[in-house]
């Protein structure tokens, strides 16, 4: 083995301590050799001020005195100051290496899937406390992206399987003869592959969101422009299907937005409102200013509504109810989860109430406000 190897083996807290050991040696040896080129040069002249013979005999005995003086207490304060300082550093070095061994022994949990770990602050300075701070926020993010991996990987195991069973059956039936290509099958085919389309787009769309990765480009823009454009965008979906749709802002309020992520978020609750508001139904769009520094922006429709037992999970991915998120009103199931986290990545909140089933719903967005 090298000695740059055996360097390499040595533990942190080895070196530590050995450094602060050679630094304190060396300092003691220096004041020592220090004090004794200067010192008898500093007593000999104290000796002829005071008129005393250099050779005498009372003078031979005053230097001897004061060489055992300097002697016997410089040995002991030195000793005493380098057992000090290697306590000390002992403790630290201690302390540093157990800290060091922790955040290894925690990274390699982690490498090994275990994203549950977290350090405790050592206590050692603010530096310390940042490192393990950071470390642990790296272990929350790793532990939330996975976590997002499995679910998403169950949410389209589940939902691929309708899709797929359905293209299987179909395409088993034209091969036994039972089905032909016709326009009706053909239909079929084409509704549940574009199904497994939207499926990918909305998943790789809400993983991002979750995880931050959605950038937001925030301007300042009136609440009163957020609506309009929302409600242009849905206006011929809504003159197709004979519902009204109106808006009012309150007050001249302001926020800081992204106007194309704001405008997928309020897009995604006038959708949401539209599947589930009949022919002749009432949909509003109306803000308003909330307590102190917040904006309110609510879509209120007079449609199906939901059930108690519901509203609690409305926004969880891939979530449905009978009256609130059915798959016959050709909802993906994430558009609600989309946009909760576009929210959130806003500073914002959402929350939704209703009176029950045949009483409509009411989602409202809570933004942050420039005062």
Not at 260 to 267: I, T
Request: contains cysteine; hydrophobic residues 40%; charged residues 20%.
């Amino acid at each position: 083995m090298t000695r740059r190897d055996k360097l390499a083996a040595t533990s942190f807290g080895t070196r530590l301590l050995a450094a602060v050991t050679a630094v304190v040696v060396g300092c003691a040896v220096s004041a020592w050799l220090v004090a004794a080129a200067v010192a008898p040069g500093i007593f000999h002249d104290h000796l002829d001020q005071a008129g005393i013979d250099r050779l005498s005999e009372e003078a031979a005995h005053i230097e001897e005195a004061y060489a055992w003086s300097m002697t016997l207490t410089w040995s002991i304060a030195l000793a005493f100051a380098v057992l000090l300082a290697l306590a000390v550093s002992w403790f630290i070095a201690r302390r540093v290496q157990r800290s060091i061994a922790s955040v290894t022994a925690s990274a390699a949990q982690i490498t090994s899937g275990r994203y549950g770990v977290r350090v405790a602050g050592p206590g050692l300075g603010r530096e310390f406390d940042q490192l393990t701070a950071a470390f642990n926020e790296l272990a929350h993010r790793l532990e939330e992206t996975e976590g997002t991996r499995r679910q998403m990987l169950s949410d389209l195991a589940h939902e691929m399987r309708t899709p797929l069973a359905t293209l299987d059956s179909y395409f088993e039936a034209l091969e036994d003869g039972v089905r032909e290509l016709d326009a009706g099958t053909m239909e079929i085919l084409r509704l549940s592959t574009h199904r497994l389309g939207r499926l990918a787009r909305d998943i790789t769309a809400v993983s991002h969101a979750e995880e931050g990765r959605e950038r937001i480009a925030a301007v300042s823009i009136p609440t009163a422009e957020l609506i309009d454009t929302a409600i242009r965008s849905v206006q011929e979906r809504y003159d197709d299907k004979a519902v009204t749709l109106g808006g009012q802002a309150r007050g001249a309020t302001t926020v800081t937005a992204d106007p194309d992520r704001m405008g997928q978020v309020l897009g995604n609750l006038l959708d949401n409102a539209l599947r589930h508001t009949p022919t002749g139904g009432t949909v509003t769009v109306t803000s308003r200013p909330h307590g102190q520094g917040w904006v309110e922006i609510t879509i209120s429709d007079n449609g199906e509504g939901i059930a108690p037992e519901h509203l609690e999970h409305l926004f969880d991915r891939f979530y449905r109810a009978d009256t609130a998120r059915d798959r016959q009103h050709g909802g993906s199931g994430i558009g609600l989860t989309i946009t909760r986290a576009l929210v959130e990545a806003h500073g914002g909140t959402i929350h939704v109430r209703s009176d029950g089933q045949g009483h409509g719903a009411r989602f409202t967005v809570q933004l942050p406000a420039i005062e």
